[in-house]
């Protein structure tokens, strides 16, 4: 099992910057392929990164590629969310996710999320 835990969330300004972390915690948090993904008001649950359980690999959703970055320390059990020029439409709660798939499915753990809101 992996718990999971979201921190960061809050409320910035359409071009700033925010970083969220996910702690983990279980056996298998260090092996596990971890992803963010969002939900909006009214809208599906959608990928937005992932990372290998090494950091030596990423994936990005098109909608945030260049401007997030997805990184992780396997010796604090945290993974991370650098998000820059953050836009009114990328705002959610971002949710992380433990066993993300290779083709950036979710898998089967999930935190409680937090709130990001990118006021115009």
């Known amino acids: 099992q992996v718990q999971l835990v979201e921190s960061g969330g809050g409320l910035v300004q359409a071009g700033g910057s925010l970083r969220l972390s996910c702690a983990g915690s279980?056996?298998?948090?260090?092996?596990?392929?971890m992803g963010w993904f969002r939900q909006a008001p009214g809208k599906e649950r959608e990928f937005v990164a992932a990372?290998?359980?090494?950091?030596?690999?990423?994936n990005y959703a098109d909608s945030v590629k260049g401007r997030f970055t997805i990184s992780r320390d396997n010796a604090k059990n945290t993974v991370y969310l650098q998000m820059n020029s953050l836009k009114p439409e990328d705002t959610a709660v971002y949710y992380c996710?433990?066993?993300?798939?290779?083709?950036?499915?979710?898998?089967?753990?999930w935190g409680q999320g937090t709130q990001v809101t990118v006021s115009s």
């Open positions: 990372i290998n359980w090494s950091g030596g690999s990423t």
């Open positions: 279980g056996r298998s948090f260090r092996l596990s392929r």
């Open positions: 996710n433990a066993e993300t798939s290779a083709w950036n499915a979710p898998g089967a753990y």
